[in-house]
DNA sequence: ATTACATTTGCCAAATAATGTCAAGTCAAA
DNA sequence: TTTGACTTGACATTATTTGGCAAATGTAAT
């Protein structure tokens, strides 16, 4: 399964009819790059992730959202503690927000 | 806020009165590393995390699991989509739990 | 105050991982 | 079979992480 955040922007770019290439020159970076992240082989930078979500007039956070999921399954994948250990995390999350200190 | 796999295994380790370089020397490395290790400053390799859980006696789920949270920490903190994004991952981990292919 | 020992800190070299770039490859439509 | 879109693989470059050491700090006993 490849990554949600490539899967959304694909789809994006498709349904409005922009070419890999259109995309990647707007953002300065090579097609094949591009092509990689739409498909997961690579993680695209945060500040990358806002440029696309202004080329492909969607919100920030849509994107950022799907983006952060990517990488948090990448690091849980494969690992039995998986669910236990967001739980864990989303806890401490949430106990910083509330308490805001840093 | 430290690592809650480094606070456990400090408390662990200062419950059994045993030294840094006691437990260091038996997971053959250096001192100043397992200290790290133990604030927070150094991740774990997962193969240390298993023998930490033998030294200390421990079930190495315990271990694991906060020893995932704390990366998964990592890459969410300082994100305002931390939340939804742990959801989106829970989901996905989720999902394919139950439809087993990878 | 001095010693002895435990832990921490800072630094840097070595190892590892991520990224960018390019050229060649596949594939589908014309 | 040519063209254009996208993909793949290889490689050099860059960035990040790690391990290890020496010096610094802290602390308790003498």
Redo the contacts between chains.
């Keep these: 399964?490849s990554s949600?955040f490539g899967n959304k922007i694909r789809t994006l770019r498709e349904q409005q009819n922009l070419l890999l290439r259109q995309v990647a020159s707007i953002l300065e970076m090579d097609t094949a790059q591009l092509s990689k992240i739409e498909r997961g082989e690579r993680q695209a930078k945060k500040e990358t992730v806002l440029k696309i979500a202004v080329i492909l007039k969607v919100k920030d956070?849509e994107l950022?959202?799907?983006w952060?999921?990517?990488?948090?399954?990448d690091?849980?994948?494969d690992?039995?503690?998986?669910?236990?250990?967001?739980m864990?995390?989303?806890e401490?999350?949430?106990y910083?927000?509330t308490h805001k200190q840093k």
Excluded: W
């Design positions: 399964m949600q956070d950022l959202t799907l952060l999921a990517d990488q948090i399954y690091v849980v994948k690992e039995k503690n998986a669910l236990k250990a967001m864990v995390a989303e401490k999350v949430e910083l927000k």
